[in-house]
């Protein structure tokens, strides 16, 4: 089979988000400013990533991105041979230093080619289903306790039965919010803290302590992302499981999080991580080490979603409550059929690629760049 590449396209979207946007210990957003790649080779196969940048969380803007797709990494990969994965990453790291995210748009892309050609799922791809029903994770942003509250106590109402709330700025009151929660849905719904690196280490020792009444399910990296350290006197310090996130970028930082003792879990994401090939790796390694997973980028659109979906489906070591939930906080997407997961439950896609097809209306529509 000679498959070649001879058209990568590069769009830049911006997708407004639900009600008035969300804020974190990093920055309050209302749009989400998305890359789609559309690869197409010799015999008219088509392929689609997406990438999905957040500010103040991402090393790259989306700007730096697209402007990278385009200008170093499209003509790099031009007449290559989708099928060899190895060989598309080898060159895109020698053409340009970082850039994961960008990186995994391309990889994406000619993953959901090679398995559209074959007639196969990327779950299949990727090794076959561990799990065919999948949950997702709800979220709570920075909120008074009784808007907290009532926002937990929706989404355990909708079917969720686990939710990520975000903390930071304040200990006090960030347990205030996580007391409210706990007391409105009971003990049925898993409770997920996400500091977003936002604390020194003793606040963050504190603000473990304070949680531990709470029966939380983790908390997301405490600390700063380069003070494994300091995250492991946190680990050290509580009961709750700590999971790393921003101090997880590629493999070698996966290594040193596992040697310095400093989480229980570890956040992957296809995007952050550069793909596919990327992630799967990592994803073994934690489970190797014998530390557990949680996987998803909150802000994906629809193919990005897909994709992360269909990595979790493979392992059982995945953490239940996806957090690739995305189609939950925009408003519209750019793919012909926008995911459904009010529920807080779908069986997983089932392809061929990644089952999705672009709307060429919306992408128009939402084009910024």
């Known amino acids: 089979m000679d498959s070649r590449i001879k058209q990568l396209d590069v769009y830049g979207v911006a997708v407004p988000l639900v009600g008035a946007g969300f804020k974190n210990a990093y920055v309050t957003k209302t749009v989400q400013k998305s890359a789609i790649v559309r690869v197409v080779d010799n015999d008219g196969w088509v392929g689609l990533g997406n990438i999905d ?20 990494l499209a003509p790099t990969v031009m007449d290559l041979d989708p099928f ?7 060159r895109m790291d020698l053409a340009q230093d970082q850039f994961y995210d960008a990186k995994a748009a391309i990889e994406m892309a000619c993953t959901d080619l090679i398995c559209r050609r074959l007639g196969i799922s990327v779950c299949t791809y990727l090794g076959g289903e561990q799990v065919r029903e999948l949950r997702f994770n709800a979220w709570i942003g920075i909120l008074p306790p009784d808007e907290a509250a009532a926002e937990a106590k929706k989404w355990f109402d909708q079917g969720f039965r686990s939710a990520k709330v975000k903390v930071g700025g304040n200990v006090d009151a960030d347990r205030d919010r996580i007391q409210a929660i706990r007391e409105a849905v009971g003990s049925k719904m898993q409770l997920r803290a996400d500091a977003n690196a936002g604390y020194s280490v003793e606040d963050g020792i504190r603000l473990a302590k304070l ?21 492991a006197k946190v680990r050290q310090s509580t009961s709750i499981p700590i999971m790393a996130d921003e101090s997880i970028i590629d493999y070698a930082s996966l290594i040193a999080v596992i040697k310095s003792d400093s989480a229980d879990i570890v956040k992957l994401k296809v995007m952050k991580q550069g793909g596919f090939l990327n992630t799967r790796r990592m994803l073994e390694t934690a489970s190797a080490a014998g530390l557990r997973v949680v996987i998803g980028h909150g802000f994906g659109l629809g ?3 897909v994709a992360e979906i269909m990595l979790a489906a493979t392992s059982t070591n995945v953490i239940e409550g996806l957090e690739c939930v995305g189609p939950l906080k925009t408003a519209d997407d750019i793919v012909t059929h926008k995911l459904n997961l009010q529920a807080g439950m779908i069986s997983l896609p089932t392809g061929p690629g990644l089952g999705v097809e672009l709307d060429n209306d919306k992408l128009l529509k939402y084009q910024f760049i």
């Open 211 to 231: 949680l531990e009444p709470f029966n939380m399910q983790l908390l997301e990296q405490p600390v700063a992302a380069e003070d494994l350290a300091g995250m």
């Open 53 to 72: 940048p957040s500010p103040g969380y991402s090393a790259e803007t989306i700007e730096e991105s697209l402007g990278v797709l385009r200008n170093v």
């Open 84 to 90: 060899n994965i190895h060989e598309l990453l080898v």
């Open 303 to 305: 193919v990005n979603t």
